[in-house]
């Protein structure tokens, strides 16, 4: 296990929280660059998934591509008390290692935070030409890792990242999935379900086209403020997704058609009619 640098950074504000863990603003402290740290507690699972973890990490700190956040370093940070029994130093029983996962700071926040700023569901929607970008952007970052045949996997507006200058970027990818498992033990909870592709669902085989299929889902979520049957019991939602209908908006007069037949090649229900991301970047 790499060797606990967390005296290298100063954590400044929280920037949000979910079931992974806490994300931080900090500082490295040699350099003064502002870093975002996700620190994520119990990581003491077993050694061997935190090392899985972070060799998954270090795959992603070699993505270098400008529509994807740059991961720096992942390392744990031992949680000990000084003195005790032996003088020396013990873990604290209940207080186990702490993941840190050091990444680029992306002061815009994610897509969703956009929505949620401005009212959420039902009172927002982002005009299309921003959707557009956006696309743009999640298009791009997805060529990307499907051409090195990695898969996302939580494609939705949570992890679309802005920039103060505009560039659209994608985080947690890759280790999302694997993140919440191992570290919270909840096997049986699904990530994201209603962004989830109906192969996936059916545990069928399953590539890059079914963050294609997230793509889709995720433009009806900027358009609309949530994703399709958002309001539904997730559980309920994972049943009908395989067997309802290809979702799309519920106001086709609102888009214009080439907006709607990016959702439609999106989210064809059998994955071998779908777009991929690279046919998607030809896409007007």
Not at 112 to 125: C, P, W
């Amino acid at each position: 296990v790499k060797q606990d640098r967390s005296s290298d950074f100063e954590l400044d504000k929280l920037l949000g929280e979910g079931s992974f863990g806490k994300v931080f603003r900090a500082r490295h402290k040699a350099t003064g660059a502002i870093v975002a740290v996700k620190v994520i507690s119990n990581a003491e699972g077993d050694e061997q998934e935190a090392d899985k973890i972070m060799s998954e990490i270090d795959i992603l700190s070699k993505c270098d591509s400008p529509f994807i956040v740059g991961y720096f370093e992942c390392f744990l940070r031992s949680l000990v008390q000084k003195g005790g029994h032996h003088q020396g130093q013990q873990r604290v029983e209940g207080h186990p290692n702490e993941m840190w996962i050091v990444m680029e700071f992306c002061d815009g926040g994610s897509v969703s935070d956009l929505i949620e700023a401005a009212g959420g569901r039902g009172f927002f929607a982002m005009p299309e030409e921003c959707i557009r970008a956006a696309c743009a952007g999640i298009v791009l970052g997805l060529e990307y890792l499907h051409k090195k045949e990695i898969c996302h996997r939580d494609i939705k507006c949570g992890n679309v990242l802005l920039t103060n200058d505009g560039h659209v970027k994608l985080a947690d990818f890759g280790v999302s999935a694997e993140l919440t498992n191992t570290i919270n033990k909840r096997k049986t909870v699904v990530g994201s379900p209603f962004w989830i592709a109906p192969e996936v669902i059916k545990e069928s085989h399953y590539d890059g086209r079914a963050d294609v299929w997230s793509l889709g889902i995720t433009v009806i979520e900027m358009a609309e403020g949530a994703p399709p049957h958002s309001n539904l019991n997730p559980l309920r939602a994972i049943f009908l997704i395989p067997s309802k209908p290809a979702p799309t908006l519920a106001d086709p007069d609102n888009w214009s058609p080439e907006m709607l037949d990016f959702i439609r090649c999106c989210c064809k229900k059998d994955p071998s009619e779908r777009s991929d991301s690279a046919l998607l970047t030809g896409h007007p």
